[in-house]
């Protein structure tokens, strides 16, 4: 049973897509009151005015942490930041656009997916329950990945880029202690870390919703993209 969350927004120049992040917040906060939550935001870097937006919204909320330093650094990093100073038994990672909601996690507890603790969970778009709403392109180019990762580095999951994952607060820790790419294929090296500390990673099913404005492009980030990847098979974790 979880009794205790922290949820870790990693955001670089959100501040046009933190209106439905901050009212999914608001909703989720007045829901299941048996849940301890804090949330954790974790400016990466960002030029515009996500930082002074956040602090404003969330002033005097003793529940709101805000982690902030000048350099964008990636996803992957903001998130070891996030991660360093949770202190609630689970940690929920999740995106700043709110293309799944916090209130997914209640679904979750009410279908008992979450039965073991020793368990990481990752929302998968492409588990056969989900239901998402995302671009034809997308969607292709998700197909490709996927396989390309089963490949590679031998990874069944379904979905690894979802940024819906829960884990309980030793084994976050524990994982991210390790990582060591900093941008958004870091999901790919918590996998492989999975493997090797034998932790197991269950797919679940999310509702997923395409926001505009994604910092996200596979096409064009290809070299980044296989630059990472190429990093992570040559690093002895």
């Known amino acids: ?15 046009k897509r933190l209106r439905k992040t901050f009212l999914d917040i608001m909703k989720f906060e007045q829901s299941y009151k048996l849940l301890k939550k804090e949330y954790i935001f974790v400016n990466d870097g960002s030029s515009d005015q996500t930082l002074s937006v956040i602090r404003q919204k969330f002033k005097n909320n003793k529940k709101v942490k805000v982690v902030s330093y000048n350099k964008n650094m990636g996803k992957g990093y903001a998130l070891k930041r996030g991660v360093q100073i949770a202190k609630n038994d689970w940690v929920l990672t999740t995106d700043a656009d709110c293309s799944v909601s916090n209130f997914q996690l209640l679904k979750w507890i009410k ?16 588990h056969p329950l989900s239901i998402v709403k995302k671009k034809t392109l997308r969607k292709i ?23 819906f994952k829960l884990y309980k607060l030793n084994i976050a820790k524990k994982i991210f202690r390790k990582i060591l790419i900093n941008d958004y294929m870091h999901d790919i090296e918590i996998c ?5 500390l034998r932790l197991r990673i269950r797919d679940l099913p999310v509702k997923w919703t395409h926001v505009d404005q994604s910092k996200i492009n596979f096409v064009s980030d290809f070299f980044k993209v296989a630059f990472s990847l190429m990093k992570i098979s040559r690093i002895n974790h």
Do not use: H, W
């Open 192 to 196: 492989v870390i999975a493997k090797k």
């Open 1 to 15: 049973m979880i009794k205790s969350i922290s949820i870790i927004y990693p955001v670089f120049n959100e501040e």
């Open 141 to 163: 180019v998700g197909i490709v990945f996927k396989f390309s990762i089963r490949f590679f580095f031998q990874i069944k999951i379904s979905d690894t880029q979802c940024g």
């Open 111 to 126: 279908k008992k997916y979450l039965n073991q603790d020793n368990l990481i969970y990752f929302g998968s778009r492409n």
